[in-house]
């Protein structure tokens, strides 16, 4: 155990200072970018905050149930199955068929190359799953069918909350996807997410309909509240122009009025849309309805042909700001509720890096001085090992641009304290190694071999709760595993290279000495 | 060095180990834990005022007109530092924290929000499933490592060691009503480690003896293994000790309840390591044959 090849000693001491120089890197500023890595700081260190969104499915679901009925019904006409009944009920379309052609609809829904009900062959699963009572069917979505419905709306709603956080232009934001209706945000730096919460709180669903004079329209009407909770008005259902036909939309002053509006261009199909609705509607009052409320009425003077056109509605500049923003970032799928908040504010982070800082410094200077007075000389060698230790620990964090959370200096404290433990095994196996051997080469020898299945089982075992805290924990926690996990790795290479080819050269030299430890 | 009767205690300790978790899990059932705003769901805030105007009572006279339920406000670190908890959360509405800002901001001047958690219910409650996983998976982790690398006496006496430490933690967190939250789950996990690790290592001594010395009674047997391991354990738990209390008292008020569990989770790991899992040993006959035998197959 005490001999190392030429090789052996030169590779540990490269990679020993290859390892520590990512360490050093974070305190320097290098211009090349390997070499200028830092360590991530988590957001309880830098302030930020997280937000964690889910989505209401509720709705898309219903909506594609609708949608699902309109294209059974004409899927059935087209094969000349009368059926009839419709209805959407607990997330589920029933209806009824004709007596001589249930067998043949039963068919149709459960055929593998189904056009109507998609089988997905990977999955071994139908769109939806079906049941047959007399002439009723029932149709729910399956469980693929509902993941797969589930994924496109949160791959849908991760895209525009990204654009939204983008346009509001926070530092390096974090969106990421969670399991398939949730969707992660990580704001470093912000401080007060006030604005960017109430900018995805909302769906951003905008429509433009007419007010109804007579109740009896052939689309059917509606009743909505004014967004500012004044009044009600009769909209009829007809969707004149929806959100999806904006080019552009921007905040601007009315000169006339002297008011903010946000003012909207429209691609060529809207535009056309909207000339034509408003050419017919002169005289009438267009509704534009945001998520079921309605921001103003305006009444239509002429035709707007160019595709141009304002909304009013009692903006200050900052809310016209941000419906701007809304409307050119796009419509939500479906709403989101925000489930989990954290927010870290700048300068509690600060306090946070300032005090775990000066608790490693500290806890570090009595560890090492213990290890000292226990046992000086081969306490200098464990305390050399534990010094480069910390220099790869954090070389290796920085590396991999881990992040490093409050709970994650905590976890490099407390491997400070435990890394000692392998030495200290080393050492007092030795000690009593000595006790009945002579050659002091041959006691030391067997005293790392006798404790080396000991040294391992013991880092293991916490390596194992490592592992674990690192896939069930969430944010700051995953970080204290990082450390503590790659503290035992660290740990165990500082020992077996670092701490043994001192302790080899030293022993090997002085092999004639008394009382060596 | 001299030898420590440690065998001469074990009985008496064991009765003190089943007092202590008896009681430990009379509270845990009667009393409960103290849980977060993680496990709980709710809001917290960190918040810092001016030197002159608030005290706890203002503060949570103020809390209290806002209808936000249970609201709890405590000291937080130094004078000027509170955090207040309640139960209502209301994330989605994104004037809740800053109208409680400005209310607050009327009845006792300026604050600074340090920090805001806004925990919903569904996501406390998967929490608190995933923390209560993550412990059942480590220990049931630890039990089939120490089962293959051991025979199934020594797993026996490690994993009685594990539980008496989790269970009297938790049980001393529950009659001082400390906080419940993430991180000492993480602690707890750490804690399981610690204790596996010291008991692993007298019991490598102990396997070791057993081969050396057949003759040797296993109540003998254990003490000679202590004593040979202890220095070693004193040594460690003194360092490990050294850091966490260096964290408990350098690391601000956020770790506070994280590096306390640590510390009581070494000190009864090192403890049942010594009088948990070496007694069991003892009960369980353990002898050469044992391992020889096993060894044999």
Redesign the interface.
Known sequence: MLYFSKLRVFSVLIFTLIISYFTISNFTNVDDEFFSKNIKLGL?LQGGSYL?L?IDNEPVITQRLQSKVLEFKKFFKDKDIKVRNFVIEDKSIIFDVENSKIEDVKSLLDDDKSEINPYFQQYKSHQFNFENMDTSFKLEFSDYGLVLLKNSSLDQAIEIVRRRVDEVGTNEPNILKRGNDRILVELPGLD?P??I??LL?KTANLTFQFISSSSEESFGTEKLSFEDGSSEAIVSKRIVLSGDNLMDAKPTMNNQTNETVVSFSLDRVGAKKFGKATSNGVGKRLAIVLDGKIISAPEVREPIIGGNGQISGNFTFQSATDLALLLRSGALPAPL?????????P??GK??IN??I???I??FI??VA??FY?YRFFGLIANLALISNLFLLVGILTLFEATLT??G??GI??T???A??AN??IF?RIK?ELKNENNSIVAFDSGYTKSR??IL??????????V??FF???G??KG??IT?GVGILTTLFSVYFIARLITAYYVIKNKHKEKLI | MKTIYFNKFYKSFNILSGILIIASLVFLVFKGLNFGVDFKGGTLI?LRTDKSSANITKIRDSFNQMNLGDVSVKNFGNETDFVVKFEKQN??D??F??EIKTKLSNSIGNV?????????P??SAE?LR??V??IA??LA??LL?IWI?FEWQFSLGAILALFHDVIITLGVFSVFSLEIN??I??AV??I???S???T??IF??VRENLRKYADVKIFELTNISIN??L??TI??S??????????F????E??KG??LA?ILGVIFGTYSSIYIANPVLVSLKVSQRTIVKEEKE
């Open positions: 309880d964690l889910e007060d006030g604005r919460k109430s709180g509720n925000i489930i989990e908040e954290r927010t870290v504010g300068d509690l306090d946070s005090a775990g000066m608790s490693l500290i806890g009595l560890v213990f290890m226990k409050l709970p200096i905590a404290i407390l400070v304290g435990m000692v433990d200290v095994l007092e009593e299945t000991t089982d013991a880092n293991i075992t916490t390596l194992i709760a490592a674990i805290l069930m924990g969430s700051p926690i204290f595993s503590l | 960190e994330s989605n994104p004037q924290i800053e600074d929000f340090r920090r805001v958690e806004n925990v919903g569904k996501v929490l995933s923390g996983i993550a998976l480590s982790a630890m490592y690398r993430l991180s789950v993480a996990l750490t399981v480690g610690y596996m690790n010291d692993v290592v490598d001594r040979e391991t220095s070693r040594i460690t003194v360092t490990t000790l050294l850091a966490l209390l260096s964290i008292i350098f690391g601000g956020i770790l994280f590096s640590m």
